[in-house]
């Protein structure tokens, strides 16, 4: 049970409420008036009897948030994208001092609407996320009540719409990169992948014969040459290989030696081209020189690939499987806008439904079926 002391030290008199926590630890805490402490000390009993105990800690929310990192099952690219935004952030700000459960949703409202000031919006969301899931997990190891993580405003964003490459474009792209990566665009153009999936890309992968090639491996950004699983379990998936990638990747093959490994695409030195090598330096250098819009990524090569099949009709799920996505909806979301004649589909498919059933089609009047208006009455 909880009991409280008068404390006398230097002539000051104050009252310790003592009490033992769930695991048996000796707590104790100061006031100045013995009301007060008697009133903690209750209230401590009965958070106990509840349930509801929070044990008091002067862990700050930075050191917490790298605890919460460092048991997380993270891939490597997530755990190192997590401490990093943990490090700038969070513990690179007055929020990281404070501690965990001395703060308040107005605190958290600071720190978002300051953050905001250096940072995108998309990046602010990404970094609220986490702390939301921080907050989410001291709450479960009963570390604070309830989450300060509440209710917090950010500015409006509108995501852009995808502006697909043309078929031109794209063959202006790989026409201007250097010959020996010219296969790594229309590749990249004509399988959706990923810059990894296409980097780590075998040629123990690719079945000429059958026409497909097996997504089984990325290279991660700073993985220095070392494979590791796709992105998730969705990534894993068989592309079908189009005729003008195989013959691309044929015409590579032929003049560049792959890889012992079996890497296809491969730098002089015989080793894969690195992210930035190939997603910055030299896309962006091909950018500029095929005349294509300021900032125009290797992404944007996914996006004309989905575009593609969705303006041959393919479905929005088959895209999805193609792509690597766990949730169809995502496709949606981003290339929803690009699927061609949804009026017209949309027309002709309430007209072919009821065209089907005119018997059982409600009678409308016409307007010459429809009695002469009687005048007003005054």
């Known amino acids: 049970m909880a009991s409280v002391e008068k404390r006398v030290s230097d002539g000051r008199t104050t009252y310790q409420a003592r009490w033992r926590d769930e695991r048996g630890r000796q707590r104790k805490k100061s006031f100045a008036k013995k009301a007060d402490a008697d009133r903690h000390a209750a209230t ?95 709450v479960l190891d009963r570390l604070v009540a309830s989450s300060p993580v509440v209710r917090i405003r950010l500015p409006r964003y509108e995501r852009p719409r995808v502006v697909p490459l043309t078929v031109d474009q794209v063959a202006a792209l790989a026409e201007a990169m250097p010959a020996r990566y010219r296969a790594m665009v ?26 497909t090639v097996r997504v089984e491996w990325q290279f991660t950004h700073g993985s220095k040459g070392q494979r590791s699983e796709p992105k ?101 979301s981003t290339y929803g806008h690009l699927m061609p004649d949804s009026d017209d589909r949309t027309r002709t498919a309430v007209d072919a439904a009821w065209n089907t059933a005119e018997s059982c089609a409600p009678d409308v009047p016409r307007p010459e079926d429809r009695p002469a208006s009687r005048p007003a009455r005054r």
């Open 186 to 211: 229309l590749a990249q153009a004509g399988l959706g992948l990923r810059i990894g999936e296409l980097l780590a890309l075998r040629v123990q992968d690719i079945d000429f014969l059958r026409r």
């Open 44 to 138: 401590v009993e009965a958070d106990k009897a509840r349930g509801t105990y929070i044990e008091p800690s002067k862990v700050t929310v930075a050191e917490y948030a790298r605890e919460w990192a460092a048991a997380r099952p993270h891939r490597p690219t997530t755990a190192r994208r997590t401490e990093m935004m943990i490090r700038l952030h969070i513990q690179g700000t007055r929020l990281g001092g404070r501690r965990l459960a001395d703060v308040r949703p107005s605190e958290v409202q600071a720190w978002a609407t300051d953050r905001t000031t250096v940072l995108a919006t998309t990046t602010v969301r990404q970094a609220l996320g986490l702390l939301r899931s921080v907050y989410a997990a001291a």
């Open 232 to 332: 998730t379990p969705r990534s894993r998936r068989s592309v079908p290989l189009p005729g003008m990638v195989a013959d691309a990747l044929a015409a590579h093959l032929a003049a560049y030696e792959s890889a012992t490994d079996g890497t296809v695409f491969t730098t002089g030195a015989g080793t894969p081209p690195g992210h930035v090598y190939y997603g910055h330096n030299l896309i962006r250098r091909a950018v500029t020189r095929a005349g294509l819009p300021p900032g125009t990524t290797s992404h944007d090569l996914r996006h004309h690939y989905a575009s593609v099949l969705l303006a041959a009709g393919e479905s929005v799920v088959a895209v999805s499987e193609r792509l690597g996505h766990e949730d169809a909806s995502l496709v949606l």
